[in-house]
């Protein structure tokens, strides 16, 4: 009878072992076995099999601080038990990436040390509250290309733990990224528990128009540094939005339906870079120009299909302005003299020019640039000129021999496709080649007449002029002494023979 036992436990034994070596090699992260049994089969199991757990079904990266389970075919976030198994492991993860598999919903997070998390490009249409209570270290969310829907996007998802100087904070919360999602509107209260947000993405969210709830959450980030609102057919901006965010440096607004220079950006007077590229604005002139904005660096207004003209003073409030891009606009033939230029409030006589380094003005309908657009052609770092009907006459000169020169200097790799459009004469004719040879182009007359031959002509009438005068005074003092007997001749016939010369050289 005992040697009976002792054969069974043996054999019950060798099982279990069996069966646990046969579950690791298929990865399986259930602790199942071995449950209901031996402490001493079960126990070496336990330990090789736990810290496998996530990090055989994803990619732990130790040296990078990665949990890497993005395109892995998952449809639900883990349970408790899997959670732990990433805890077990010791792999600090920093950044955890769970971005373009299926999953539907968010639980809530168990405590992780997780900065980054990316959620993006999966079907997440609800999120539990307080979901993202567990992660205190967060400071980057990543919810783009999912389903939310405003109905479903509760200020109370983002509830984080108790603090006593803020409502239930996510304190470290720097960054929210809620792109290509299905929201319209906003809770009024979305960021109430993100008092140190600085970066917000609503991109491709078709709000149309920022109504009042969605305007008081967006203005209530008095953190906010970063905006994004593009593609989101907005019509208008409200005007009091960035009345409260007093840092917003970065504003995103490109792909909307704004016709004019938002009057809203007035009190964005911390703005460094704006971009209004894509929104069917015709001209930027008169009452429609930028308002004072003394920090703006950078400035986009390019694919703007109905945009003609940038008249004067349309760039005088941005003193500071240092990379201007207007590109690609198929009807933007007038740039006017004085866009740029603003007198000095102390001495209005004196003109004052920002210090512009970078200027792309590629693939528009210029012809003609004044060389008073800006003061430091010199002093710049890209002129990006190609691809424009350039007007190559006398006024455009200073594009050759000025100009050019300048991009030869700094960018020589742009130099291409610079090329002239009119007059006929010279189309075609690469403005570089005209550079290289120091040409001289010719002025058109106030009759648009080309100048090659009105050039010609001239040259024609000097030759004839000083052909004719020895010519006119040998014949005078012929016709005066009457020698050979010649028959009297009238002066129509000698500005005939004026012409007659001078056609003859111009051919
Ligand atoms: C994970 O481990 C840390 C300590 O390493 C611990 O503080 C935390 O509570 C653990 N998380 C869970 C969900 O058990
Ligand atoms: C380009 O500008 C010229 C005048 O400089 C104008 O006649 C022409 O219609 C413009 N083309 C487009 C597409 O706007």
Redesign the pocket.
């Known amino acids: 009878m005992k040697l009976f036992s002792k054969v069974i436990v043996f054999i019950v034994c060798l099982g279990l072992v069996l069966a646990a070596e046969d579950d690791q090699n298929k990865n399986n992260t259930s602790n199942a076995t071995g449950e209901d049994g031996q402490p001493k089969a079960d126990a070496p199991t336990e330990e090789k099999e736990l810290p496998n757990g996530l990090c055989s079904t994803c990619n732990c990266d130790a040296a990078k601080k990665l949990f890497d389970c993005s395109s892995a075919k998952l449809y639900k976030l883990f349970n408790m038990t899997e959670w732990l198994t990433l805890n077990a492991s010791g792999v600090a993860t920093d950044t955890m990436l769970l971005d373009r598999n299926g999953i539907a919903s968010v639980p809530q997070f168990p405590l992780l040390d997780v900065k980054i998390l990316d959620l993006s490009h999966n079907n997440i249409s609800t999120i539990a509250k307080k979901a993202f209570i567990g992660l205190s270290n967060l400071e980057v969310l990543d919810l783009s290309y999912n389903m939310l829907t405003s109905n479903n996007l509760i200020p109370e998802i983002f509830e984080g733990s108790y603090n006593p100087d803020e409502y239930l904070p996510l304190e470290k919360l720097r960054v929210l990224r809620l792109g290509n999602n299905q929201l319209h509107s906003l809770d009024q209260d979305l960021f109430e528990h993100m008092p140190n947000l600085e970066e917000l993405s609503l991109v491709s969210n078709v709000f149309k128009v920022i109504d009042r709830l969605s305007e008081t959450a967006i203005a209530s980030v008095k953190t906010l540094r970063s905006l994004d609102l593009s593609y989101m057919e907005l019509l208008s901006i409200p005007e009091y939005i960035f009345n409260a965010p007093q840092g917003l440096e970065y504003l995103n607004l490109t792909g909307n339906l704004l016709t004019t220079i938002p009057e809203a950006l007035i009190y964005a007077t911390h703005l460094k870079w704006l971009s209004l590229d894509e929104n069917p604005i015709d001209n930027i002139q008169g009452d429609h120009v930028f308002p004072t904005l003394k920090s703006l660096e950078y400035l986009s207004l390019s694919y703007i299909t109905p945009l003609?003209m940038i008249g004067r003073g349309a760039f005088s409030n941005l003193e500071g302005l240092k990379e201007v891009h207007i590109c690609n606009n198929?009807?933007?033939?007038?740039f006017h003299a004085d866009a740029f230029v603003r007198s000095d409030p102390d001495e209005p006589t004196r003109k004052i020019w920002p210090l512009v380094k970078k200027l792309y003005l590629h693939n528009n309908?210029l012809?003609t640039l004044d060389a008073q657009t800006l003061a430091r052609w010199d002093n710049m770092d890209v002129i990006d000129m190609r691809v424009n009907?350039w007007?190559c006459d006398c006024q455009n000169q200073w594009l050759v021999e000025t100009l050019l020169p300048q991009i030869e200097k700094t960018t020589p790799e742009i130099m291409n496709n610079v090329v002239c459009a009119t007059p006929k004469q010279m189309a075609g004719v690469s403005m570089v080649d005209l550079e290289h040879k120091h040409s001289q182009m010719r002025c058109v007359d106030k009759y648009g007449n080309n100048p090659q031959n009105d050039g010609a002509l001239l040259i024609g009438l000097l030759i004839g002029l000083l052909a004719g005068i020895p010519l006119t005074a040998a014949l005078i003092m012929i016709y005066k002494r009457g020698c050979f007997g010649l028959v009297r001749r009238g002066p129509a016939d000698f500005s005939r023979a004026f012409y007659s010369r001078a056609t003859n050289d111009d051919y």
């Open positions: 003609k198929p009807e933007f033939s007038f309908n012809s009907p007007n």
